[in-house]
């Protein structure tokens, strides 16, 4: 079955970085276009980054453009989120994604990891 499991988060302090991971199973990997995803408390859900599954196209959200980048190893399964000059507001938990067509398109999401973004 589909698995999507993020690892990399963790406390760093304003102006740090992090890499977050996301070791993906069960489907064609290198056919799917991977997000990620954050949520921080009290609000919704917000897509920041998406790749394609060639990795030759990326988008962000406004709110981290030029601060991070998103890629992936098609060889690993892997889809990878390198955050930089992290700020409190980037305090959050990630969540991977991918949303497959298995008769309907369906969305698939990681467990999450946190991020928190304190001095």
């Known amino acids: 079955q589909v698995q999507l499991v993020e690892s990399g988060g963790g406390l760093v302090q304003p102006g740090g970085s992090l890499r977050l991971s996301c070791a993906a199973s069960?489907?064609?990997?290198?056919?799917?276009?991977m997000r990620w995803y954050r949520q921080a408390p009290g609000k919704e859900r917000e897509l920041v980054a998406v790749?394609?599954?060639?990795?030759?196209?990326?988008n962000y959200a406004d709110s981290v453009k030029g601060r991070c980048t998103i890629s992936r190893d098609n060889i690993k399964n892997t889809v990878y989120l390198q955050m930089n000059t992290l700020r409190p507001e980037d305090t959050a938990v990630y969540y991977c994604?991918?949303?497959?067509?298995?008769?309907?398109?369906?969305?698939?999401w990681g467990q999450g990891t946190q991020v928190t973004v304190s001095s």
């Open positions: 069960g489907f064609i990997f290198r056919s799917a276009a």
């Open positions: 994604n991918t949303k497959l067509y298995v008769g309907r398109f369906v969305d698939y």
């Open positions: 790749i394609t599954g060639d990795g030759g196209g990326t």
